[in-house]
């Protein structure tokens, strides 16, 4: 059997004071150290998952934001395409309306110098008539 000496409670006490001041000295601090530890990884894993969100967000909206910027620019930019037709297109239909104004006065001032010269030829028709008539007439005499 076991026996229990006097140095056994000695040692018994010394084992419960060294493990009651261990236990306050050492053992607490470092569990309270890597509890705090743990608590601060969390809240930065925490705050990278909030931040990734945010700017998960802020890249949606940025992608809302130029999609709509885009189209807008596509509006504008067909907006502005049919603005040049139209423009062109009455540029032209003034420029046809120009160039058939000036054509049909052009062919009104050729019919009136044609009449003109129609007319002065009917005078010098009949005069040249007249001449030819007295030359053969004329050249019969002799």
Same mark, same amino acid.
Do not use: C
């Given at each position: #059997?076991v *026996?229990?000496?006097?140095?056994?409670?000695?040692l018994l006490?010394?084992?419960?004071?060294?493990l009651?001041?261990?236990? @306050?000295?050492?053992?607490?601090?470092?569990?309270?150290?890597?509890i *705090?530890?743990?608590?601060?990884? =969390?809240? /930065?894993l +925490?705050?990278? +998952?909030?931040?990734?969100?945010? &700017?998960?967000?802020?890249?949606? $909206?940025?992608? &809302?934001?130029?999609?709509?910027?885009?189209?807008?620019? +596509?509006?504008?930019? #067909?907006?502005?395409? @049919?603005?040049? %037709? $139209?423009?062109?297109?009455? %540029?032209?239909?003034?420029?046809?309306?120009?160039? %058939?104004? &000036?054509? $049909?006065?052009?062919?009104?001032?050729i019919? $009136?110098e044609?009449?003109?010269?129609? /007319? /002065?030829?009917?005078?010098?028709? /009949? =005069?040249?008539?007249?001449?030819?008539?007295e +030359? =053969?007439?004329?050249?019969?005499?002799?």
């Open positions: #059997m *026996e229990f000496t006097g140095w056994f409670f000695v006490g010394n084992f419960l004071v060294l009651f001041v261990l236990d @306050e000295l050492l053992y607490k601090p470092v569990i309270n150290m890597l *705090e530890r743990d608590r601060v990884k =969390l809240n /930065s +925490r705050e990278a +998952r909030d931040l990734l969100a945010k &700017k998960d967000a802020a890249f949606e $909206s940025f992608k &809302k934001d130029l999609a709509a910027a885009h189209e807008q620019a +596509r509006k504008e930019y #067909m907006r502005l395409k @049919e603005e040049g %037709i $139209s423009k062109r297109k009455e %540029i032209v239909g003034k420029a046809q309306e120009e160039a %058939i104004k &000036k054509f $049909s006065e052009a062919i009104k001032e019919a $009136s044609i009449e003109k010269v129609r /007319s /002065s030829l009917k005078t010098e028709i /009949s =005069l040249y008539a007249d001449i030819i008539i +030359r =053969l007439v004329y050249e019969r005499k002799n």
